[in-house]
């Protein structure tokens, strides 16, 4: 997948990785980048062309599916944090976190998967989560959401590879976004994620994981969970 000269959509584009992702990819040499969020008019970046485009309204999904034929670089960026525990939290912010992060990116996708195969097949890259491998107590919801993402990703992969389209998986730790505000840690620049995620698509890759926590987070999964979660064995 070439970046230069590609004609690039993202979701949730107005701030975070998402502007971050519009402003490398007009540096990089997109002909054109579809900048869209839900109120076009909070995206601020010179060169862009705003849509609106709310991922939970199917009207308003077909309607920049509509606007947009000539997409051949899909990033699925848009996202919400609840911050609500399984057991005790409130459902109705579930729902909006699966509704933004599962059921509206695979809506896009199906969208818009017609137009990529259309334009030679181009690429599809989901911006996931190292939580989509483990769990925080006080975001549980966020965790479960990043998951089934991570499942629709690998599933829309093995569906669209006969279409010729990429479909790359990025997943990450902390960022330092309007998101991840209120938490005093490290935290990486949007810069960093969107680099890596980009020469990932440029090279053909299924998977990026920007960051050593990332990374650390995979490769936990092969062992023990005790291991992981040393807070849930008994003393």
């Known amino acids: 997948m070439d970046i230069t000269g590609s004609v690039a959509l993202v979701t949730g584009a107005n701030r975070g990785i998402g502007r971050q992702f519009a402003l490398d990819l007009l540096e990089r040499g997109a002909a054109k980048v579809y900048a869209t969020a839900r109120n076009p008019h909070s995206i601020d970046i010179p060169g862009v062309r705003t849509l609106a485009l709310d991922v939970t309204d199917p009207a308003s999904i077909a309607a920049a599916a509509a606007a947009a034929p000539d997409v051949n670089l899909l990033i699925n960026n848009a996202g919400v944090s609840a911050h609500q525990n399984l057991v005790t939290g409130d459902l109705a912010k579930m729902h909006a976190e699966v509704d933004t992060m599962v059921w509206g990116p695979l809506s896009v996708i199906r969208a818009f998967a017609p137009a990529l195969e259309r334009n030679g097949g181009g690429a599809i890259l989901n911006v996931l989560s190292a939580m989509s491998w483990f769990s925080y107590d006080g975001a549980n919801s966020y965790a479960v959401a990043k998951a089934a993402e991570w499942a629709v ?74 291991a992981f979660y040393p807070q849930t064995v008994p003393a």
């Open 153 to 226: 990703t690998n599933g829309v992969r093995l569906e669209l590879a006969k279409h010729g389209t990429l479909v790359t998986a990025l997943h990450m730790g902390a960022v330092d976004t309007d998101m991840m505000a209120g938490f005093d840690i490290d935290k990486l620049p949007p810069s960093e994620v969107v680099r890596a995620a980009l020469d990932g698509v440029q090279a053909g890759r299924l998977e990026v994981l920007a960051d050593d926590w990332s990374r650390h987070v995979k490769a936990a999964l092969a062992g023990d969970p005790s």
